[in-house]
């Protein structure tokens, strides 16, 4: 590939326990579990590694426990890891790896460089903020000071997410789950992150609010340009979200390939599980 | 830093064998060299740390924790022989709590006290600071309720750590923002958030906005003190403090169109409403700093004499 990727993740792992790498002996796909006997340690995520590119989606499916999560809050810094690297094109043009930094650093390339939406809304805004609050508090993170174009940035990002201009001063706690994720994904792209990982972003919703926040979410990925990571256990997202995606089992990538091959003819017998249990 | 600064702090604390301390029957200043050793260590971070947030070993005072005892500790770490000091309450001599933290300074000193700035170089106050002109003579003691600014929007010991330490005011920021959409205007009053020094926020509690203005690049010494939750912070002279404010929405300070005070007629002293006796008597202004008041009066009243400004 070549060498315009915006995120780039190598050889990550994240062990929970002892940090004993006996550990890889007895975990993973061909052992059927996570956890190791021998030293009793959790074998979450291992030489987990990809490449996204401006513009691209990268999917990361698997069941429950496969350590999808995992992958991700190692890369946002919302958990150490064990081992890796993750270079970002924003920072130092790639040459660095940010699992590297000091965690206030770390901390600051959540303002414009790399942005996240969780499965729970409450993770990534605060309920007892206003909509437009919300946004505000990216926004001035990013020094931003006035407030008559905060205002008008808030409302732009609030129209775009389809979150009723009517809403925009009240508070978050107030608004539905699928209303809730819609300004999540507001507040993400208020500084037009190169960036963006979404992690199960419509699970938990009802079926057609999923389907609309789904539409949404697929505009703004091709409006934005932005190279994103689609975590989630459900092939329906991944079909639609992705063009890429690379298959988990038990911490470890089993299958990495185009996502609509991978569907027609999935090669590691867990794919072909996933697939056939999704086409059932 | 400084040496003038340093002295301010420390050469006053000597004292002498023909001060007036050497016929007190208590330490002078009340508490022992130890304690005042460790608060003037806390004092010298907060200066050279300017809105740094100091943790110290808070004493028991003969006060209630809560009514000034954080600028006490401030003030008798710091008294020296050659000291005049003046305490305000709500900006009166003669509050009660202003009587007895005064009262309780000068017993354990033997220094002498006044009601005016010109003649004082020890003044501790809580919410005010004097109307009059501070120098370099100066140093002011506030007593500090709530010294964490970002109180209101988090609990979190650490997490408070974390913002201040990466100047991460991001949801100050924000509660400002709420504040003027749910009100239209920016209601806080005392206790505004300033920007020390371009580095750390501090509450500049429990002064009016009034007040804030006369904090920035000033020529005296300020420390705050807060007794209750062992904070001291300082804003030494000539620092910068820039309230927080939108760009777009200039920092006011409190102005009552058509107000004056009763007593001296002034329009351009920070003013308190006196509620009316009687439901028929609408209620009236006056100057909040009582002393400055009197001699606004005497001036006006007598424009020969005892005009010193
Ligand atoms: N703090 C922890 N301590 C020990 N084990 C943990 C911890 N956090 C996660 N794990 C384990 O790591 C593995 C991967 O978890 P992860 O949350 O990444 O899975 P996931 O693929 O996101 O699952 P889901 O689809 O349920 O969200 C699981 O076996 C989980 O139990
Ligand atoms: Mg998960």
Redesign the interface.
């Known amino acids: 590939m070549t060498t315009d990727w915006a995120l780039r993740v190598s050889s990550l792992g994240k062990i929970h326990g002892s940090a004993d790498l006996r550990a890889l002996e007895d975990t993973g796909p061909d052992i059927g579990t996570a956890k190791s006997a021998i030293t009793g340690s959790i074998v979450a995520a291992w030489d987990v590694g990809f490449e996204v590119s401006p513009g691209e989606a990268l999917g990361v499916i698997g069941e429950s426990g496969s350590g999808k999560s995992t992958v991700m809050r190692c890369i946002a810094g919302d958990q150490p890891s064990t081992s890796g690297e993750v270079h970002l094109r924003t920072v130092d043009d790639g040459r660095t790896n940010v699992l590297e930094l000091d965690p206030?650093a770390r901390?600051?390339l959540r303002i414009s460089d790399l942005a996240v939406v969780y499965q729970d809304p409450a993770e990534g805004l605060r309920l007892n903020?206003?909509a437009?609050?919300?946004i505000?508090?990216?926004l001035?993170?990013a020094g931003w000071?006035?407030?008559?174009?905060?205002r008008d940035r808030a409302a732009e990002l609030l129209e775009r997410t389809e979150v009723p201009h009517s809403r925009m001063?009240d508070l978050v706690g107030t608004f539905s789950g699928g209303m809730r994720q819609r300004v999540q994904l507001a507040k993400a792209l208020a500084n037009e992150p190169p960036v963006l990982l979404l992690d199960e972003p419509t699970t938990g919703l009802d079926a057609s609010v999923a389907a609309g926040v789904l539409d949404l979410i697929r505009n703004l990925l091709e409006e934005t340009g932005v190279a994103a990571v689609v975590v989630s256990h459900d092939f329906a997202v991944i079909e639609m979200l992705t063009t890429r995606c690379v298959v988990m089992n038990h911490g470890r990538i089993v299958e990495a390939g185009l996502t609509d091959r991978l569907l027609e003819d999935p090669h590691h017998p867990y794919s072909q599980r996933l697939v056939g249990a999704a086409r059932a | 830093m400084n040496t003038p600064l340093l002295q301010q702090v420390l050469d006053r604390t000597t004292p002498v064998d023909d001060s007036p301390a050497s016929h007190l029957e208590v330490n002078f200043g009340l508490l022992d060299e130890y304690s005042k050793r460790e608060i003037r260590r806390a004092i010298l971070t907060a200066v050279a740390v300017p809105g740094y947030q100091v943790p110290f070993g808070s004493r028991e005072m003969p006060v209630a924790r809560g009514w000034g005892s954080g600028g006490l500790q401030i003030s008798l770490a710091i008294v020296g022989p050659y000291d005049v000091v003046k305490v305000i309450d709500q900006g009166d001599d003669e509050g009660v709590n202003a009587v007895n933290l005064r009262r309780l300074i000068v017993s354990s000193t033997g220094i002498p006290e006044s009601t005016t700035p010109e003649d004082s170089t020890l003044i501790q106050t809580r919410h005010r600071i004097p109307e009059d002109p501070l120098d370099e003579r100066h140093t002011l003691v506030l007593q500090v309720p709530v010294p964490e600014p970002l109180r209101g929007v988090e609990r979190d010991m650490r997490e408070l750590a974390r913002m201040h330490?990466?100047a991460?005011?991001?949801?100050m920021?924000?509660s400002l923002?709420?504040d003027?959409?749910?009100n239209g205007v920016i209601t806080r009053t005392t206790g505004y958030p300033c920007l020390v020094n371009g580095r750390y926020v501090i509450a500049t509690t429990p002064i009016p906005r009034w007040d804030v203005p006369r904090l920035h690049r000033s020529r005296f010494l300020a420390l705050f003190g807060a007794g209750r939750e062992k904070r001291i912070y300082a804003v030494p002279p000539h620092t910068d403090v820039e309230p927080l404010t939108?760009?777009?929405?200039p920092f006011e300070v409190e102005v009552t169109p058509g107000a004056s005070c009763r007593t001296c007629s002034s329009t351009e002293s920070f003013l308190v409403e006196i509620p009316g006796a009687t439901a028929g008597d609408g209620g009236h202004w006056v100057c909040s700093d009582s002393d400055w008041c009197r001699r606004n009066r005497e001036r006006l009243q007598h424009p020969s004499r005892g005009d010193r400004s």
């Not at chain 1, 000071?145 to 905060?150: L, M, Q, T």
């Not at chain 2, 991460?168 to 949801?171: C, K, Q, S, T, V």
Request: aromatic residues 14%; neutral net charge; glycine residues 8%.
């Open positions: 206030s901390r600051r903020v206003t437009g609050g919300n505000a508090e990216a001035t993170a000071r006035h407030f008559g174009r905060i001063d | 330490a990466e991460d005011y991001a949801r920021w924000v923002y709420e003027k959409v749910r939108f760009e777009d929405v």
